[in-house]
C-alpha cells in the first residue's frame, strides 16, 4: 500500500517539506503510537512553527515499497520509488511559486539522489543518515534553479561508516587488529567518502552544505 499525508494547507503555505522514508516503513506502522513516519512530518511543521515560520506545510510521503533488513543492500526498490517522487512533486507546485524541500532519511536518500538524477522540482534537498547517493557530487543534482543540497550526519552513526564496494575492509596499511578502532575513526569523522549505495553526502568532495543532526 501506499500514503501521503498532508499536515497544513498546502494550497496557501509558501514553504513546502516533503520527508522521504527509509526501509522497513509501511501501512502497518505509519501512525504507531510511539510515533511513526507520519509523526516525522508532522513535527516538522510544528518545528518550523515554534521556530517562527507558520507557512508551512509537510507531507508525509510513503509512495514507495520501502525494503526490509537485508533488501536495503540493493537499489531496486530506490529505482522503482524515485519517478513516484518525481510526478508527486511536479504535481504539488506546477506554478513554481512555493518553496520545495525535500528531506530524505537513510534508504530514502538513495531513492531521493536517484530522482535528483532524473530531474525534481524541487529547491532544497537534504540528506539525512544517508546510506550513500547515486549522485557523484551535490552539483549533479537536477533542482530547480539555483537548488541547494544539504546532508547530515550523527556523530558515531554506524550508516557513516566505509562499508561499500569500494571499501569493504579498511586499506591495506591498517593492521588488522586496528581495523574496529579504524572504523570507529571513521564514522565518528563524518564516515568514508564511498558508502554502500555510492557517494557519502557529508563527504567534503561531495559538496552538499553540511548541517548537524
Not at 105 to 132: K, N, R, T
Not at 170 to 187: K, S
Amino acid at each position: 500500500g501506499r500514503v501521503v499525508e498532508v499536515f497544513g494547507d498546502i494550497e496557501q503555505a509558501q514553504h513546502i517539506g516533503v520527508v522521504v522514508p527509509g526501509m522497513s516503513n509501511d501501512l502497518s506502522n505509519f501512525s504507531t503510537a510511539e510515533g511513526g513516519f507520519r509523526a516525522n512530518a508532522s513535527q516538522l511543521r510544528f518545528a518550523c512553527q515554534i521556530l517562527g515560520e507558520p507557512d508551512v506545510a509537510t507531507i508525509a510521503w510513503l509512495g514507495y515499497d520501502t525494503p526490509d533488513n537485508i533488501g536495503a543492500v540493493a537499489a531496486g526498490a530506490a529505482r522503482n520509488g524515485a519517478p513516484s517522487l518525481v510526478r508527486m512533486l511536479e504535481g504539488i507546485d506546477p506554478t513554481e511559486e512555493k518553496h520545495v524541500t525535500v528531506v530524505a532519511h537513510s534508504y530514502g536518500s538513495v531513492l531521493a539522489g536517484v530522482a535528483a538524477d532524473e530531474g525534481l522540482a524541487a529547491d532544497d534537498i537534504v540528506f539525512v543518515g544517508s546510506p550513500g547517493t547515486t549522485l557523484d557530487e551535490a552539483a549533479d543534482a537536477e533542482l530547480r534553479p539555483g537548488g541547494r543540497v544539504w546532508a547530515a550526519l550523527a556523530e558515531g552513526d554506524p550508516i557513516g561508516a566505509g562499508l561499500s564496494t569500494d571499501e569493504l575492509l579498511p586499506p591495506a596499511w591498517v593492521p588488522l587488529p586496528l581495523a574496529p578502532t579504524w572504523i570507529a575513526f571513521d564514522m565518528l569523522d563524518g564516515g568514508a567518502e564511498e558508502l554502500w549505495h555510492g557517494t557519502n553526502p557529508v563527504a567534503e568532495e561531495f559538496g552538499a552544505q553540511r548541517i548537524t543532526t
